[in-house]
């Protein structure tokens, strides 16, 4: 089905099997490549989507609480003609699969394969790593670095100015609920401003990790991990304070450090 609604700016690239769904708004210089699907989506000027990418994929899927959730939190309201918002100067690569009602913020980077699930916002100058899962209702910050193959849980609040590393895992609720009659609670991990995960880290649910902490790589968090420390090991324990040349520049903390 192709869209009579909708709206491509001058000097745009279009390339074939490009399929539009609902309200589409395209903005300047913009390169859309093959076989890419738009569903209800604004795209800002100056964006780059590459072959086999969907945007706006929109069905009902997942956990019956997290479907309720999330229709109660949309970000973008029912009255919006457009599911996906993608700002300015945005690339997404090859066979990434963005859900309905996210929001993708300026000059971000969406790499090959991610997939970023609904009810997602994305603030401005962050990437997100190949392979990356990107669960619902998640909000993350400006300057951002999500690397590969990392999988964020539901209910995940990262804030401006973190950095993870490749692999690291999220949980967010207890695996012996599966099937068992414990009460499946939904605890997102929060990662303060300026925090460091290392690649292969493991994030146990409802953890939060203090702003400009760092955690090593392949550590095991099971408990708050205050402000301003290095974690290591299994379970995660403290080995030192971060040292102020390891903290973010100052004046990056002071125009991050009030983001979410």
């Known amino acids: 089905m192709v869209s009579e609604q909708r709206e491509i700016g001058d000097n745009c690239k279009i390339g074939e099997n490009v399929k539009f769904v609902g309200s589409v708004k395209i903005g300047n210089n913009c390169k859309i490549g093959n076989n890419v699907y738009l569903n209800s989506v604004s795209i800002d000027h100056d964006a780059i989507i590459q072959d086999n990418v969907v945007i706006g994929y929109d069905t009902i899927t997942g956990h019956f609480y997290d479907q309720e959730k999330s229709n109660k939190t949309k970000i973008n309201s029912d009255e919006s003609k457009f599911h996906v918002v993608v700002g300015k100067n945005v690339l997404i ?17 969406i790499n090959h394969n991610a997939i970023i699930r609904e009810n997602v916002k994305i603030l401005n100058d962050c990437t997100i790593g190949s392979n990356t899962i990107c669960e619902n209702n998640v909000s993350i910050g400006n300057r951002c670095a999500i690397h590969n193959n990392t999988m964020i849980c539901a209910e995940t609040l990262i804030e401006s100015c973190v950095f993870i590393g490749p692999g690291v895992s999220f949980t967010n609720n207890s695996p012996i609920g599966h099937l068992r009659n ?19 880290a493991t994030i146990c649910p409802g953890v939060e990790i203090g702003s400009e902490s760092i955690v090593a790589a392949g550590t095991v968090v099971t408990k708050d991990v205050s402000s301003r420390i290095i974690v290591v090991g299994n379970p995660a324990k403290k080995i030192k304070d971060v040292e102020d040349e390891s903290l973010i520049k100052e004046d990056i903390r002071k125009a991050y450090e009030n983001e979410i």
């Open 93 to 109: 690569r090859n066979g990434a699969v963005i859900y309905s009602d996210v929001q993708i913020g300026n000059n971000c980077w």
């Open 182 to 200: 414990v009460p499946a609670t939904i605890r997102g991990a929060k990662l303060r401003f300026g925090c460091a995960i290392g690649g292969g």
